[in-house]
Structure formats: C-alpha cells, structure tokens
C-alpha cells in the first residue's frame, strides 16, 4: 500500500476499513492517471507491469486495474472495461517502439518486450499491414535482454525488439546496430487515421455495481480530470525518479499521450480487436461486449 504526504480530508471510517484494491503500472505515462491517489485512506495500490494487472483481476487479487485492452477479450473471466482513464496517444507514443537491424517489411520475427500484451498484438498488425506476413513473436525480457522462450540470434543483439515503457528512453538499444526504427503508435496513427488505446481501468464484470468499484470509478475519474490540469507539474516532480530528462517528460505527458477515453478512442479500439481478430491472434469478441455501463452519478 502506498503513502506518503499529508492525507486529504478523511473518508467515512467504514470505507477505510474496507479498502479499495488497486493496480496500476508504474511507469512515467500512468502519473496523470494515479498522482495523488497515495495520499487516500480508501485505496490499496499495487504495482504490475501491464501484463500481469490481469492476473491480478483474474486472481481477485484488486478490485480494479489498468490493464492491457487486449486482456479484456482474451481473459477467460468477464471483464469489464471501465471507461474512466486510459493510456494512449493520436500519433507518435515515443515509448512503444521497434528496434530492427533491417527495414520493418523484411522482419520474419521479433522479440518482444514481455511488459505488454497490447502492444505485441499492435507489432503484429503493423508488420502484417506492411509486409502482408506475420512475424513469429519471441518473448524477450528487456530489462535482462534475454528470450524468455524460443529461438536465438547471432550475436548480443537480435534482429529486431520491440521495448515499451521508460527503458525506451532510458535504456534503448544503440541506434548504430539498429538503425531502423517504428513508432507503433505513429504506425497506426499512418495506417488508419485513428488514435490508439493501449491500456484502460478494468474490473471483474460480476463487481461492476458494487459500491468500492463505483467508489473507485469516482475516484479515479476525478483525479485524471485534475491531473489534467497540472501535467507540467507532474512531469517535473516524477521525471526524476523515472530517469527522464525534465524537458522530455514534460512533452511526453503534455503532447504525445492521451489520458480521456470517448468514443473517438472506443471506436479506434474497437477497430484494433477487430484486425486483430481478422489475423486470428485476438479472439472475435467486439469491444462493446466488454464496455462497462455509465458506473459514474453526474
């Protein structure tokens, strides 16, 4: 559980008592999400990286979690897709990016940061957009930079990785070995018109109603609208711990990502699952299917 600061102004005593579990990513882009949540009485905070939130939805390990879009058709469970935040961008993400030896359309295989499941479905419709094949996916830890499952490259270095998240720009790979590099988000940005939504707050569906996530929705709804309102603030005082240059982060928060989900971005999402259920990676399951009802009283 996180603390730290003076507390805000205390909730009912029976809320404290039965808090409310969160998991969220900490990486720079989820600060506009969470910043402030650690001074509430009434939330639990876990951190994961992307691709366990949902294991920690599936376990009932939170209550609520920002996870991956991609788990909300995969999950065995009903999950529920609460539209109340999101991580994506309208162009250039800056921290979903490719590294490759050769050009994009000559890749027969990637290896691929294990941090997300989003953005190795996202690789893949990119590389099948531009080549019309699809590249065989090796699970890579990048913080390690070694496979996790299957095959080896000549070399220290593969052919190509995919990196997510701050080690993006803290720790990329040298641009002289890899001197062909793709944006993912600016790829798909290219490819449809539309922005993208690479994670969203996602709860159990059968739980969608109970008064802790309700509680949770509102919460979280009104701590992104005033983040909103203080990004270069926000970039200032994390930039550091993240390892980013100030000047970065502030333009990383402020101009290339995107925090509010409206139907513009659901529509996008809704078109991603849909090609990704076209190549038969994703199962054919619509968006709509997933969306949680308005949980939130005006």
């Known amino acids: 559980m996180q603390r730290g600061g003076r507390k805000t102004a205390a909730w009912p005593v029976q809320l404290r008592m039965d808090q409310v579990r969160i998991g969220y990513v900490r990486y720079l882009n989820t600060c506009p999400l969470v910043e ?3 001074r509430l009485d009434v939330l639990e905070l876990t951190a994961a990286v992307p691709s366990k939130i949902v294991g920690l939805l599936e376990r009932d390990d ?3 979690g920002l996870a991956s879009i991609v788990d909300a058709v995969r999950s065995p469970l009903e999950l529920a897709i609460v ?32 941090d997300s499941h989003t953005s ?7 590389l099948h957009h531009l080549s019309g094949r699809m590249p065989t996916l090796i699970d890579f830890d990048a913080r390690e930079r070694y496979a996790v499952s299957g095959g080896s490259d000549d070399g220290q270095w593969p052919q190509a990785m995919l990196l997510i998240g701050d080690k993006v720009m803290t720790d990329p790979p040298p641009a002289e070995i890899y001197p062909h590099q793709l944006d993912l988000g ?20 059968e739980r969608l ?12 709804d009104r701590q992104r609208r005033h983040n909103a309102q203080r990004l270069a603030w926000i970039a200032q005082r994390r930039a550091p711990e993240h390892a980013w240059p100030i000047d970065a982060a502030v333009e990383y928060l402020g101009s290339f990502l995107k925090f509010d989900i ?3 971005e659901l529509e996008a999402a ?3 699952l849909r090609r990704g259920s076209e190549l038969g990676i994703l199962p054919h399951r619509p968006l709509r299917a997933c969306l949680a009802e308005p949980v939130l009283r005006e």
């Not at 935040?85 to 050769?102: H, K, Y």
């Not at 190795?120 to 419709?125: E, G, K, S, Y």
């Not at 790829?187 to 707050?201: L, N, Q």
């Not at 109603?209 to 979280?220: D, F, I, N, T």
């Open 36 to 38: 402030g949540l650690d």
């Open 62 to 64: 939170i209550d609520l």
């Open 83 to 114: 539209p109340v935040g999101m991580i994506g961008c309208d162009g250039p993400t800056c921290t979903v990016r490719l590294f490759s030896r050769v050009p994009a359309a000559e890749l027969t295989r990637v290896y691929v940061d294990t």
């Open 120 to 126: 190795a479905v996202l690789c893949q419709v990119v």
């Open 186 to 205: 600016q790829s798909w940005k290219d490819m449809t018109g539309m922005p993208f939504v690479y994670a969203t707050w996602m709860c159990r569906r």
């Open 209 to 220: 109603h109970e008064s802790r996530v309700q509680l949770a929705a509102a919460v979280l």
């Open 262 to 264: 409206g139907p513009r």
């Open 270 to 272: 809704e078109e991603f």
